[in-house]
């Protein structure tokens, strides 16, 4: 086959969350078929593009969007057909370079990574003739639907309010109008169909390097929870102030020498000014290898409330044979079994309660880490995702 990817961000080896996704499905696709990419690439992040160039029959970077003026952002929320959220990921030069390649190349398929840029299969006639698949990490609709009723009215629940016009109407026509749409999970699919009963939709997973995520014991235990996200992504930054507010002030006072480790990309300023505030928060920003935290980490906490799709993080944790803890949300997708394979809890106090026992418990901490490593090793290698996803595209392909 002949596949063409566009994502909103740079994929590549050193990225964390939906990106390294999108990498692995790159890397390996390329083993066996002709894969060219197009993204848009943070400034910061340019360094990265050989890391997945050197996969790709054709590659394109495009410079991420500017900001746009508030007079334009205004007119736009009153009177453009295309949603705000959207709009935020628009750009000529994508268009532009969309229209090149595939004036230049003929793809069997192409597959939008992230809803975001779906936005340029739809309606598209210059790939008149091409397979167009949307996969769905995150439906926009429904993440902003459940922030409003989680946030309300802090100045993220109205942010998310002020998204959802027209978000679902647009969102929904352009995933009826795809060849095929992919969602990470079966709950993630089951909500789509819920809206639109017509849609076609392949349940494609996410995946973890078992290899390389595993444990060495070259890091001593610390009493000490941790959490991997990156952080300008809303249920991850809602995810530390939660679990901060709600948990920790009682896993605290049971165990005074917890520390919470906040790992990942660029913090948010309240992020920062919440390890200013309480010693025991240690916020780590980017690093260069997040193995040493789950390894001097006793447990992985997952208390997201918000968003949808499928947490890499989670996975990354049972590769690591990290005992976990996590909300129904945060652990769909795993068919995780709640006591076995990680702790699932919604409630705070029960949420904080298993951390507890868990900092106390040695046995308990590594016959749920044991779980864990073995249900990531059985089902979720990368390599068994992407031969799910090659399996899916070579069905619609050769159905023509």
Excluded at 89 to 98: K, T
Excluded at 167 to 174: A, D, G, K, S, T
Excluded at 328 to 348: K, Q
Aim: proline fraction near 6%; glycine fraction near 6%; include cysteine.
């Amino acid at each position: 086959m002949d596949i063409l990817f566009l994502c909103k961000t740079l994929p590549h080896e050193k990225v964390i969350g939906g990106p390294i996704l999108v990498y692995n499905r790159v890397r390996i696709l390329s083993r066996r078929h002709n894969v060219s990419l197009l993204c848009f690439v943070p400034e910061e992040e340019r360094e990265y593009q050989d890391s997945v160039a050197r996969f790709c029959l054709d590659y394109r970077g495009v410079p991420m969007p500017g900001p746009r003026p508030f007079p334009r952002k205004a007119w736009d929320f009153l009177f453009s057909p295309v949603p705000i959220y959207f709009l935020n990921s628009r750009s000529p030069l994508m268009f532009e370079a969309l229209r090149e390649m595939v004036g230049k190349h003929c793809y069997d398929v192409v597959v939008s990574e992230y809803s975001a840029v779906a936005q340029y299969l739809f309606r598209n006639p210059d790939l008149a003739g091409m397979k167009r698949v949307m996969s769905v990490h995150e439906c926009y609709y429904l993440a902003r639907r459940k922030a409003w009723r989680v946030q309300r009215f802090s100045r993220e629940g109205v942010s998310a309010l002020f998204n959802l016009k027209g978000l679902r109407r647009f969102e929904f026509e352009m995933y009826a109008d795809a060849d095929l749409v992919l969602t990470l999970t079966p709950e993630g699919r089951q909500e789509l169909l819920d809206i639109r009963p017509d849609l076609k939709i392949e349940v494609v997973p996410h995946g973890v390097d078992v290899e390389r995520f595993c444990v060495s014991g070259e890091c001593e235990k610390e009493e000490a929870v941790m959490f991997l996200g990156n952080y300008p992504h809303d249920p991850n930054r809602d995810a530390v102030l939660y679990f901060h507010q709600r948990m920790w002030p009682r896993i605290r006072r049971e165990v005074p020498s917890a520390r919470f480790y906040v790992v990942g990309k660029d913090p948010t300023p309240d992020l920062l000014e919440l390890a200013r505030e309480d010693p025991s928060v240690v916020v780590t920003g980017t690093v260069e290898d997040v193995r040493p935290y789950f390894e001097r980490s006793k447990v992985f906490v997952n208390p997201v409330r918000i968003g949808g799709g499928f947490r890499g993080k989670l996975l990354e944790a049972m590769a690591m044979g990290l005992p976990i803890v996590t909300t129904s949300l945060g652990a769909e997708g795993v068919e995780a079994e709640d006591g076995r394979d990680m702790v699932i809890a919604d409630d705070p106090e029960e949420f904080a309660a298993a951390v507890i026992r868990l900092l106390r418990d040695d046995e308990l901490c590594c016959r749920l880490g044991d779980s864990a490593r073995r249900l990531a090793e059985e089902r979720f290698s990368w390599e068994k995702g992407v031969e799910r996803l090659e399996r899916v595209l070579l069905d619609l392909v050769e159905k023509g």
